[in-house]
């Protein structure tokens, strides 16, 4: 059976791991209707009272952007692939730890995984997700939970 999640709940986590580590406002509205960008994509399996995947899906062209504020850089340029990559996963990593903590509570322990990032695919995240629209661009939160024995909730 697979736990399904508010959008809401999504869509709060994105926006929060967003604004607070890669200091970018994320606008009203779904977000553009690219489908076709190159993107980065970022996902963490995880283990616990439940057991699944969450990713993390943005533009390369964004990309630079998010990852510059992370490291407090002036500039994007000159970021090498390996800091692109770490960061896209990093904000993988975290948001699968709050997502985790609004569906189960900070009492459940669970085991996230190291991030597998994929750079330049195009393709759409295959989970229940949302788009959150970005000043340039927009980013993409999708989890899939499959029930153990203890559920992680609902996310409502």
């Known amino acids: 059976m697979t736990v399904q999640v508010a959008e809401q709940t999504l869509a709060e986590v994105v926006e929060y791991v967003l604004e607070t580590m890669a200091f970018v406002c994320v606008l009203p509205g779904a977000g553009s209707d690219d489908s076709e960008a190159a993107c980065a994509r970022a996902s963490v399996r995880f283990d616990g009272p439940c057991r699944g995947l969450v990713s993390f899906r943005v533009p390369l062209a964004v990309l630079p952007e998010l990852v510059s504020n992370m490291l407090g850089r002036q500039s994007s340029r000159g970021l090498s692939l390996e800091q ?70 609902s996310g409502g």
């Open 84 to 153: 692109l990559q770490d960061g896209a996963g990093e904000l993988a990593n975290v948001m699968c730890g709050n997502l985790l903590r609004a569906l189960a509570g900070p009492e459940r322990v669970f085991v996230r995984h190291a991030p597998d990032v994929v750079m330049g695919t195009a393709a759409p995240l295959a989970a229940a997700s949302v788009r959150v629209q970005l000043d340039e661009g927009w980013a993409e939160l999708g989890v899939t939970i499959e029930e153990d024995d203890l559920a992680c909730g």
